[in-house]
């Protein structure tokens, strides 16, 4: 997370990460801190000491400020402040107090000081902006019960008293155990909510307002992501409230791992950009979607981000170099590294084309939902008085977000800490910054803001339609007050449904899809702009298909309030076509087959027009397969993966048995003392270079049942590998190029031999040492039993299926298909719906004819002579199966971090668990 810059800010202890250390225990065991997790440290200062009595049932009876050496009735507890332990993943130093504005300006003196000596000339054109990485606090804590005696912490730091004070006119130490407890009968805590308000506007101003501020100054925009985003507990935890502190953004962002699907995260970043009228919204994506990510899980997640704002693409991630334990760094790589990354244009083009209409015009939505945060604050105290209504708290969250954007009513969340800021005073429409709604719609809150009753208030006079979902809010401010019944009572009302929101909202569409029977789409999304004298309709997915493979297509008619010529912006090919619409009460219909994972770019201009002629597209030909063997291509060697050796340390007589690459190392660094690598190793460049203190030899051992010639070893560790010695004979370690990375080397081996092969290779061994995989490449087969490899000969033909299965367990090169096909009346349509792969790319008679990626999995080949034509079908593949966690059982981990290549227990297998390669079913061939 962004604020330490390395360890450089905290090498001063004062601007380290603080807590509050609620406690029991005067000392206990410390705990080694990581990343930003705080564990107890004993370095802390007391602050105050409580006496705390509980009901029976573990609400707060009584509490009271006691003295240090004082006794108490109830249970003793003691409140510290105290400093985040130090941890690798800081560089052997802690994370940054970003309550503290001294600490962030710090970061900005050593950080973006120093981006202004070197580049501040660019600012502005070739450098328009400095990303932040989730910056956070220190992660808020809730007792498991409320008997417990444990630990508790919460964020904070030095002047939280001094400022809470001036903030609230109160002493902050007085009410402090209202954080931890539940008042008797639930009753909401005013001191709690003030608390949860407070450290979430320190941490904002303290932050990002302070660096935007500096990045406004400067010329630069302030763009990146928070942390913990996306649901109410989680930025509560982290953040306080994700959306107030987009105010000190010019580019506000997300990330968006693992694939995952937050709706929430997105629509958050996507309101601020709306209501302050920012230039664009970031999104680092794709990150931890591991090697097999295809193209169409790309193009997926890319839309619906877009649908919900995203202009600004950070593709995560291209590696320069992948050498040791960079290769665990959350694969695939988005460069030369993935053997699809010359084709990775057809993704990046489609989202170019897209975003120039989504960055046009303004946007059109006409619904706002006031955000729950702060009544979510209430609640965070023990989990057995808490939880069960914090969960509720945020599925009614997602709920009402899915709701609306599934029901294809657009919508924007109001910020109460906001608003204010953005609306001077209520109107109709309620004008927030740059947005004008004309509805509002309040879901569930048990605490409103005067601020947010004010002009609530002023709105619902005025006529505007105020819809209260649910109960009515009986706080003001965290204080119980009618104010928010009073408003309620003169709103509508509906009960905390999806019909009963979709109907009472049904009033203020603008777009509307539906399918051909009549339903409203469940999964499709859409953003819509106005631009001059047109608007801009973009319409995707908003989950993949539950089968990618097998898509017929399902027939949607877009309604469009107003009446408009529909033109289709191929974002594909870059093609413009009329589309078919027809008009009915002043609305504009458009018909249209949509596939899983299309997305339709639709402009929309001004007044009717003759409409195109419909034609449904033929998306299942029945065409004739390609059966038997085909011929075939390999773009590289094929590979024979040795990841498991018998290994000895220089003092060491015998060899112990046979390990896998990884776990024999960390054996190694134990028996010396030295520390396990990991995904929060301390950074090169701050440990220098450590020369080894031992020799490591690995012995691997294979089978082949064949004599070959011409094969190479691929290793890392070129400057540290002493001696490889192959079926008794020394191997000169003369480089001769490269395996796909410029950190793997090659040298030529000796001939493999028929029956057992033997590979010794002896490093220099210490802290700085990568022991990793080995590889052998040829024009050679290997086949797998259990966790037993042999070289096999090349098959001469392949069928279609798993590659995997056919002499290529582990290769991770491009694979071309090559069959003969005939055309009629010039014309071949090609279909290959089932493969395992980035994408397809066809080639007719040595021309280059297409793609094949998305449903309906069909390319249309034209003006050929009637006869018989060489197809040549090259399918990308992925590294899985050569650089994967292989031994990973759980084949639906999704989280594919340094962790999954060191699983353990039942999710640690020996054996090999490969990912299907291929072209799994015959292309069919149709005319």
């Keep these: 997370p962004s604020g330490a810059a390395g360890g450089y800010v905290t090498e001063d202890v004062r601007y380290r990460a603080r807590y509050l250390l609620f406690t029991p225990f005067k000392t206990a065991e410390a705990k080694k801190s990581f990343e930003v997790s705080a564990g107890r440290t004993n370095n802390g200062t007391l602050l105050a000491s409580y006496d705390v009595v509980l009901d029976e049932d573990g609400y707060l009876s009584s509490y009271k400020r006691i003295g240090e050496d004082d006794d108490a009735e109830g249970t003793k507890w003691y409140a510290f402040m105290e400093v985040i332990g130090e941890s690798d993943?800081?560089?052997?130093?802690?994370?940054?107090?970003?309550?503290?504005?001294?600490?962030?300006?710090?970061?900005?003196?050593?950080?973006?000081?120093?981006?202004?000596?070197?580049?501040?000339?660019?600012?502005?054109?070739?450098?328009?902006?400095?990303?932040?990485?989730?910056?956070?606090?220190?992660?808020?804590?809730?007792?498991?019960?409320?008997?417990?005696?444990?630990?508790?912490?919460?964020?904070?730091?030095?002047?939280?008293?001094?400022?809470?004070?001036?903030?609230?006119?109160?002493?902050?130490?007085?009410?402090?155990?209202?954080?931890?407890?539940?008042?008797?009968?639930?009753?909401?805590?005013?001191?709690?909510y003030r608390y949860h308000d407070f450290i979430s506007e320190l941490f904002s101003s303290s932050f990002a307002d302070n660096i935007g501020s500096w990045c406004r100054k400067n010329g630069i925009a302030l763009t990146g992501h928070m942390m913990e985003e996306p649901t109410l507990r989680s930025q509560c935890a982290a953040l306080g409230e994700a959306m107030r502190s987009y105010r000190g953004f010019d580019i506000p962002g997300i990330d968006m791992l693992c694939n995952n699907h937050e709706f929430t995260t997105a629509k958050q970043a996507q309101s601020a950009v709306h209501q302050f009228g920012y230039e664009g919204m970031l999104s680092e994506l794709y990150g931890v979607t591991a090697w097999d990510c295809d193209f169409r899980t790309y193009k997926h997640q890319g839309d619906w981000q877009a649908a919900l704002g995203v202009t600004v693409r950070v593709p995560h991630l291209s590696w320069y170099a992948m050498g040791g334990e960079a290769k665990r760094d959350y694969p695939a790589s988005i460069s030369y590294q993935s053997p699809w990354y010359k084709k990775y244009s057809v993704v990046e083009d489609h989202f170019a084309r897209l975003n120039t209409a989504l960055t046009r015009g303004r946007p059109v939505v006409k619904v706002a939902v006031i955000h729950p945060i702060e009544s979510f604050w209430l609640h965070w105290g023990p989990n057995d008085k808490t939880a069960v209504l914090r969960e509720s708290l945020d599925e009614r969250f997602e709920n009402v977000t899915n709701w609306l954007l599934e029901g294809s009513i657009d919508f924007?969340?109001?910020?109460?800490?906001?608003?204010?800021?953005?609306?001077?005073?209520?109107?109709?429409?309620?004008?927030?910054?740059?947005?004008?709604?004309?509805?509002?719609?309040?879901?569930?809150?048990?605490?409103?803001?005067?601020?947010?009753?004010?002009?609530?208030?002023?709105?619902?006079?005025?006529?505007?339609?105020?819809?209260?979902?649910?109960?009515?809010?009986?706080?003001?401010?965290?204080?119980?007050?009618?104010?928010?019944?009073?408003?309620?009572?003169?709103?509508?009302?509906?009960?905390?449904?999806?019909?009963?929101?979709?109907?009472?909202?049904?009033?203020?569409?603008?777009?509307?899809?539906?399918?051909?029977?009549?339903?409203?789409?469940?999964?499709?999304?859409?953003?819509?702009?106005?631009?001059?004298?047109?608007?801009?309709?973009?319409?995707?997915?908003?989950?993949?298909?539950?089968?990618?493979?097998?898509?017929?297509?399902?027939?949607?008619?877009?309604?469009?309030?107003?009446?408009?010529?529909?033109?289709?912006?191929?974002?594909?090919?870059?093609?413009?076509?009329?589309?078919?619409?027809?008009?009915?009460?002043?609305?504009?219909?458009?018909?249209?087959?949509?596939?899983?994972?299309?997305?339709?770019?639709?402009?929309?201009?001004?007044?009717?027009?003759?409409?195109?002629?419909?034609?449904?597209?033929?998306?299942?030909?029945?065409?004739?397969?390609?059966?038997?063997?085909?011929?075939?291509?390999?773009?590289?060697?094929?590979?024979?993966?040795?990841?498991?050796?018998?290994?000895?340390?220089?003092?060491?007589?015998?060899?112990?048995?046979?390990?896998?690459?990884?776990?024999?190392?960390?054996?190694?660094?134990?028996?010396?003392?030295?520390?396990?690598?990991?995904?929060?190793?301390?950074?090169?460049?701050?440990?220098?270079?450590?020369?080894?203190?031992?020799?490591?030899?690995?012995?691997?051992?294979?089978?082949?049942?064949?004599?070959?010639?011409?094969?190479?070893?691929?290793?890392?560790?070129?400057?540290?590998?002493?001696?490889?010695?192959?079926?008794?004979?020394?191997?000169?370690?003369?480089?001769c190029g490269n395996f796909v990375d410029i950190s793997i080397f090659k040298v030529k081996l000796t001939d493999i031999v028929k029956g057992r092969n033997v590979l010794e290779m002896t490093y220099d061994y210490g802290e700085k040492t990568d022991i990793e995989n080995v590889f052998i490449l040829g024009n050679f087969g290997v086949k797998i039993m259990g966790t037993e490899k042999t070289v096999i000969p090349m098959p001469e033909k392949i069928g279609f299926g798993d590659i995997t299965r056919q002499g290529f367990p582990f290769y991770g090169d491009n694979i071309t298909y090559k069959f003969n096909a005939t055309s009629v009346n010039g014309k071949m349509d090609i279909c290959a719906s089932w493969y395992r792969g980035a994408m397809i790319s066809v080639k007719v008679d040595g021309e280059e004819k297409g793609d094949i990626i998305y449903p309906p999995y069909t390319l249309s080949v034209d003006g050929l002579p009637d006869g018989e034509h060489r197809v040549e079908m090259t399918l990308y593949t992925h590294r899985y199966n050569t650089f994967g966690p292989l031994h990973l059982v759980n084949e639906a981990e999704p989280w594919h971090g340094p962790g999954a290549w060191r699983s353990e227990g039942i999710n640690w297998s020996y054996e090999y668990v490969l990912k299907r390669v291929g072209i799994l079913s015959a292309p069919k061939i149709n005319n």
């Design 89 to 192: 993943w800081f560089n052997g130093k802690t994370y940054a107090d970003t309550l503290n504005k001294d600490a962030v300006d710090r970061f900005v003196e050593v950080t973006h000081e120093k981006y202004r000596s070197c580049v501040g000339d660019e600012f502005d054109k070739t450098v328009p902006a400095i990303f932040t990485d989730e910056p956070q606090f220190t992660h808020k804590a809730v007792m498991n019960n409320s008997f417990d005696k444990m630990d508790m912490i919460m964020p904070w730091t030095d002047k939280v008293p001094e400022l809470y004070k001036k903030a609230y006119g109160a002493d902050i130490y007085e009410t402090l155990p209202e954080l931890f407890w539940d008042l008797p009968e639930s009753k909401p805590s005013v001191h709690r």
């Design 412 to 735: 924007d969340y109001i910020s109460e800490s906001l608003l204010p800021t953005l609306c001077e005073k209520g109107s109709n429409p309620l004008r927030v910054g740059k947005m004008k709604y004309d509805a509002v719609v309040v879901p569930g809150c048990e605490t409103l803001r005067s601020t947010t009753i004010e002009r609530l208030s002023a709105f619902r006079d005025n006529g505007g339609k105020l819809i209260f979902m649910g109960d009515s809010p009986h706080l003001c401010d965290a204080v119980p007050s009618d104010c928010g019944k009073n408003l309620f009572d003169r709103s509508q009302k509906i009960d905390f449904s999806r019909a009963s929101l979709l109907n009472a909202l049904d009033g203020n569409r603008t777009v509307t899809l539906r399918y051909a029977n009549g339903r409203l789409t469940d999964h499709l999304i859409y953003q819509l702009r106005r631009d001059n004298d047109c608007e801009w309709l973009f319409i995707c997915h908003d989950a993949e298909p539950f089968n990618k493979d097998i898509d017929y297509g399902k027939d949607v008619n877009i309604t469009v309030d107003g009446e408009y010529a529909a033109e289709l912006y191929d974002t594909q090919n870059g093609d413009v076509s009329k589309l078919t619409v027809s008009y009915r009460n002043g609305k504009t219909i458009i018909p249209r087959k949509i596939y899983g994972y299309d997305s339709l770019l639709i402009k929309l201009t001004d007044g009717k027009s003759d409409s195109a002629e419909y034609k449904e597209p033929d998306d299942s030909p029945e065409g004739k397969s390609v059966v038997g063997l085909v011929d075939y291509e390999l773009d590289g060697s094929n590979v024979l993966l040795l990841d498991t050796a018998e290994y000895k340390l220089s003092g060491e007589n015998e060899f112990s048995p046979s390990e896998e690459i990884l776990r024999l190392d960390n054996i190694c660094r134990e028996r010396l003392g030295l520390p396990l690598r990991g995904g929060s190793i301390v950074q090169p460049w701050v440990s220098g270079d450590i020369a080894p203190i031992d020799k490591l030899t690995l012995r691997f051992t294979f089978d082949s049942e064949i004599d070959y010639s011409g094969a190479y070893l691929a290793f890392e560790e070129a400057d540290r590998l002493e001696k490889i010695v192959f079926n008794g004979n020394d191997i000169a370690k003369e480089l």
